[in-house]
């Protein structure tokens, strides 16, 4: 196993919509040590996946990261993080409407702050949208792990996420934002 400094791993966490399609992206890269779905950003402590359903408690549906930033930089995880998303939706991502489904990048560090604002500035003055950039960038607040079912479910239920997948036009809205032009 790996040996990892404890001053090098950090913690990420990203809204963007249902977090199921938010887990593979990240997953099984070199120097991410765990990538958990969850709720993030509410006033209700310890909420379930029916209370975030129902749009009341506040609460984002985000994936916490848990990286060696000497191996995979914050900065390498918000470029893999934009290609995710519709940063000009604030009402949802695809097919998945609501508060909860909001895009955002909670940050945890005033560096992380530092960098989130500067690669949305990059974003926006890309050209690449003809609408303002609305992705949210917030302190961390706390993190609650999702019901086990719903951790690495592309692993778990691969039918059902790739047809949620399909179904939600998350991968043609990628295709045609974000890969008809170069991002690397």
């Not at 975030?52 to 609460?59: A, F, N, V």
């Not at 290609?83 to 560096?111: L, M």
Request: glycine share 6%.
């Amino acid at each position: 196993m790996e040996q990892h400094h404890a001053s090098s791993i950090q913690l990420a966490t990203f809204a963007g919509g249902c977090f199921w399609c938010m887990v593979k992206p990240f997953d099984q890269l070199p120097g991410i040590l765990k990538v958990v779905s969850g709720y993030s950003g509410g006033h209700t402590e310890n909420p379930t996946y029916a209370e975030i359903k129902s749009q009341m408690t506040g609460h984002y549906e985000v994936v916490q990261i848990t990286f060696d930033s000497t191996l995979f930089s914050y900065a390498q995880l918000l470029e893999l993080f934009w290609p995710q998303i519709d940063p000009t939706d604030a009402e949802g991502q695809f097919q998945d409407r609501g508060p909860s489904y909001r895009a955002a990048i909670f940050y945890h560090s005033e560096e992380q702050r530092e960098q989130a604002e500067a690669s949305k500035a990059v974003i926006a003055a890309s050209g690449r949208f003809n609408k303002p950039i609305v992705t949210e960038i917030l302190p961390a607040k706390t993190f609650y792990p999702a019901e086990e079912y719903h951790q690495d479910y592309y692993k778990k239920s691969p039918d059902h996420y790739r047809e949620d997948r399909l179904l939600s036009g998350r991968d043609q809205f990628i295709e045609q934002h974000w890969n008809s032009k170069s991002n690397s």
